[in-house]
């Protein structure tokens, strides 16, 4: 791996005419650790040992976790919520993400990432797929922690809520 690529520099020769978002994960234990924590991927490229590229089709919602080290301890935790964007949609870049997405959650620092980890786990423990949790959610997941709050609880009310919008919207 080049010294570009662990700084979010170009991403491999990957088929963007596919109108999927790519995401590149990256695995070297203890170094550095690039994941999905949930997501339904449509396409996985496997390049090497320690890197492949997962696709999302438009509208799908992802959660990718960042995190590496040195030998001094961590440099980066990160958590990012996106909803990966159809062409011609606005977006927001995001390192290792191509073109990049609506960003919905971003989370710095291990302590706040955890939290979200937990909060992703109660909801899956509610019978809810993440992937399928309102986007107004993850946003509300965010403003929370950013104002130091515990997030609200997503409900299988509010879920069953999100899913008649949704119908009624689409």
């Known amino acids: ?4 690529m662990a700084a979010g520099g170009v ?3 990957v088929n963007n005419a596919d109108n999927l978002t790519h995401v590149e994960l990256i ?3 203890k170094k550095i650790e690039y994941w999905i924590r ?5 396409h996985e490229q496997i390049l090497d040992r320690s890197r492949s590229v ?7 919602i992802f959660a990718f976790v960042r995190w590496a080290a040195n030998d001094f301890g961590t440099v980066i935790s990160r958590i ?11 977006y927001q870049t995001l390192p290792f993400v191509r ?3 609506e960003i919905l959650l971003k989370i710095e620092g291990w302590p706040k990432v955890e939290r979200v980890l937990r909060h992703i786990d109660s909801i899956e423990a509610a019978g809810i797929d993440a992937c399928d949790v309102a986007p107004d ?5 965010a403003n929370r922690m950013i104002a130091h709050q515990e997030p609200l609880a997503y409900t299988s009310a509010r879920h069953k809520a999100w899913l008649k919008r949704r119908e009624i919207e689409g």
């Open 54 to 60: 997962l696709a999302f089709r438009p509208n799908s």
């Open 27 to 29: 695995w070297v234990a």
């Open 99 to 101: 073109p990049g997405g």
């Open 1 to 4: 791996m080049t010294g570009s």
């Open 38 to 42: 949930f997501g339904r991927e449509a």
């Open 11 to 13: 991403a491999p020769s």
């Open 80 to 90: 990012d919520i996106v909803r990966a964007v159809a062409p011609g949609e606005p």
């Open 137 to 141: 959610h993850w946003r509300h997941v």
